[in-house]
């Protein structure tokens, strides 16, 4: 089983639309949640950073953790054709130099 | 914000050859820095953690004598893929932590590398 778990997709949706994209995982010394947006052939760029359980908002964009059942979720609100792309979540034990657990990504579409 | 430089963009070379990849942070010091290799619309697979001036840590499975990690400054990590063979053929992305600049980890723009 891998530690982190992603639907790789692929999402296609209207533009407009609420996106919600997953991940789960089986490391419960995970603390810290990130989700990273990438283009095709290009390095991926931090969206969105969590500490343990809770919801942050910045945008359009939303990310919820659930630690009591190790589920992370990233939300997007009337979405852009700007927002095709790929959406890896990523996790960390600690705090500082420490390694990234990737999913796979999910690779996203929207429609004009 | 924290930039981190990465070059080649994209290299082509013969087997048997050596690449070097640079991955310098711009604006910041980088004691550490990860590589990465990414398979296509496969996630990051971390291959080795960069230390400045310290040997590099490498992920179980990865040859170290085929990937040869050199981090001799605060701001410039060099991955050099030696006897380049075709499976070696991937994009390769490095990242490090911006300190200064709160939680993050900043990528580069990775090295799409083809080995013919």
């Known amino acids: 089983q891998k530690e982190v778990e992603q639907d790789p997709g692929p999402l296609s949706v209207p533009e407009g639309a609420i996106v919600s994209l997953n991940c789960t995982y089986s490391n419960s010394a995970f603390q810290y949640f990130m989700w990273y947006r990438q283009y095709s052939r290009k390095g991926p760029e931090l969206l969105m950073y969590?500490?343990?359980?809770g919801n942050k908002e910045d945008g359009r964009f939303t990310a919820q953790v659930d630690k009591s059942s190790k589920y992370i979720s990233l939300f997007i609100r009337d979405s852009q054709p700007s927002d095709s792309a790929t959406y890896l979540c990523?996790?960390?034990?600690?705090?500082?130099?420490?390694?990234?657990?990737f999913g796979t990504g999910t690779r996203l579409t929207i429609i004009p | 914000g924290a930039v981190v430089s990465q070059h080649p963009s994209r290299v082509i070379c013969k087997s048997g050859t050596s690449v070097k990849i640079e991955c310098r942070s711009l604006d910041f010091q980088a004691t550490t820095m990860f590589w990465y290799r990414q398979f296509p619309k496969q996630s990051l697979m971390l291959m080795a953690t960069?230390?400045?001036?310290?040997?590099?840590?490498?992920e179980q499975g990865v040859e170290k004598d085929k990937f040869l990690i050199n981090h001799a400054s605060l701001t410039l990590s060099t991955l050099t893929v030696t006897s380049a063979h075709p499976e070696d053929s991937s994009f390769y992305i490095c990242?490090?932590?911006?300190?200064?600049?709160?939680?993050?980890?900043?990528f580069g723009s990775g090295t799409r590398l083809t080995v013919v």
């Open positions: 990523a996790m960390s034990a600690g705090f500082g130099n420490e390694k990234l657990t």
């Open positions: 969590t500490y343990s359980s």
């Open positions: 990242s490090a932590e911006n300190r200064g600049g709160g939680y993050g980890y900043t």
């Open positions: 960069s230390n400045e001036g310290s040997k590099a840590t490498y």
